[in-house]
């Protein structure tokens, strides 16, 4: 399914091009980098607050849409967090307090799970992002401190999930998951006791941890020396290295090797990359890296055999059910020349995979007119779009409250859903059409071997 797309800026967040001007932090010397996202819940929204149409229309490929950006928090690397405290605090007052590009202030607006992965954030103009906090929360955005924040930001963050825009809405019966325990033999990982019959071996592997520390800790002090003693003129004049026999460190590494300590002030030839020299060595240079085996005891974890463990499980977790005639309506809107059997589903708070079911006949079938949702209020099933189960409406409040849900009531939510104007939902993706195949598939020659089968077979 072909997508529209919106075309922004990505802005690596970098000393080179970051500023502080009168407390405020901005982007200085920053040549764009465009990108461009698929259509989704959050950009149709955000053309909406404009009053401009959706998807966009660029005259030309320089032509982005201005009051939004992802951020890039590559200048902070996970390993600065004990050792840069300043570069992470700046990075923090960035998030809070927003940034600016020329005289347009931004501040952070969202950011989906894979985004966070990645240290990108979508930043928007300010005067534009407690209003699509708003709207994208239902409202709701006030009451953030008492949601599970995990699931909130989460369900705030699928938004961004890239997806096809249809115009839609479906009525929704949402039902308990259903939960039940599974009992199996299991092995459960706990910490490593110590046993009198491995004490040898044990002590065996403990004095390799101690010559592997002093390996890795003399290499170090080694190569930070050449570092200053080596210079780019030494090197210079050594020969150009010839790759099958002369590596440097990385590369005698990458095969569990060292260059000996002694050997590291004497490099035999120089490799050379992006115009600078680094030292080169030959095999008899090196020695092995000292190996410590994978053990209970080098892991500090074992394995522990349980009987009849029993676990409370989610049966569909994420799994929901779409009438005939949904199915029909959307594959239609979606110009298929099929009705898929099942659709990746996207509205606001919810997300999951529904399964195309005739689930009226079926209740017709056993004379089941109604069923109840999760606040206990009964729907007809002739009325009914989707059954969604507990796990795909992320609504709910920290556990433990009187109340735990956002919505009073699956009425509320589309009554705020009306409020707010929101008239589509988002298919990020759906089912193959079903095509008649051969029975029968070729195989590659090695699987025959493999089997060991005669001619008589």
């Not at 044990?202 to 080596?230: F, G, S, T, V, Y």
Request: proline share 4%.
């Amino acid at each position: 399914m072909k997508k529209s797309i919106v075309r922004i800026r990505q802005i690596k967040l970098s000393k080179s091009n970051i500023g502080i001007s009168n407390g405020k932090f901005i982007i200085t010397q920053q040549e764009p980098v465009l990108i461009q996202q698929s259509e989704n819940l959050y950009y149709h929204t955000l053309f909406r607050l404009l009053n401009k149409p959706f998807p966009p229309q660029y005259d030309n490929r320089n032509d982005y849409t201005t009051v939004a950006f992802i951020l890039t928090g590559e200048m902070v690397e996970d390993n600065d967090r004990d050792n840069n405290p300043a570069k992470r605090k700046s990075f923090s007052e960035i998030i809070e307090k927003g940034i600016w590009i020329a005289d347009i202030h931004y501040l952070r607006s969202i950011c989906s799970v894979s985004m966070k992965r990645s240290q990108r954030t979508l930043f928007v103009r300010a005067d534009l992002r407690d209003q699509l906090d708003e709207y994208l929360s239902l409202g709701k955005n006030k009451q953030i401190k008492q949601t599970i924040i995990s699931k909130y930001l989460a369900s705030i963050g699928l938004c961004l999930s890239s997806a096809n825009i249809v115009e839609n809405k479906p009525r929704i019966c949402v039902i308990e998951d259903a939960i039940k325990p599974i009992t199996e033999n299991v092995l459960q990982v706990r910490n490593y006791k110590k046993k009198e019959n491995e004490a040898e071996e044990n002590e065996r592997i403990q004095q390799l941890m101690i010559q592997q520390d002093i390996q890795q800790e003399q290499n170090k002090l080694a190569k930070a020396e050449a570092k200053d003693k080596l210079s780019q003129d030494v090197l210079a004049k050594l020969p150009k290295s010839q790759f099958q026999f002369h590596k440097g460190h990385g590369k005698w590494f990458d095969e569990n090797r060292y260059v000996r300590t002694e050997d590291i002030l004497k490099p035999i030839a120089h490799t050379h990359f992006q115009g600078i020299y680094y030292p080169a060595y030959e095999l008899s240079q090196t020695e092995e890296r000292i190996q410590i085996p994978l053990t209970p005891y080098s892991v500090g974890k074992e394995l522990e055999a349980m009987k009849d463990y029993s676990q409370d499980t989610n049966l569909f977790d994420g799994m929901g059910l779409c009438s005939v005639e949904w199915a029909t309506l959307i594959s239609e809107k979606l110009k298929l020349d099929y009705v898929p059997s099942a659709f990746q589903y996207r509205d606001l708070m919810q997300k999951g995979l529904l399964l195309k079911m005739d689930f009226k006949a079926y209740f017709a079938k056993h004379d089941i007119t109604d069923i109840p949702d999760l606040w206990g209020k009964p729907h007809t099933i002739k009325e009914i779009d989707l059954i969604l189960t507990a796990s795909q409406f992320k609504m709910f409040l920290e556990k433990g409250k009187d109340e735990d849900k956002l919505f009073s009531s699956i009425q509320e939510y589309d009554d705020l859903k009306d409020h707010y104007g929101f008239k589509h939902i988002a298919i990020a993706a759906v089912s193959k059409q079903m095509v008649e195949t051969n029975p029968y598939t070729k195989l590659p020659i090695n699987i025959y071997r493999h089997l060991h089968l005669q001619q008589r077979n």
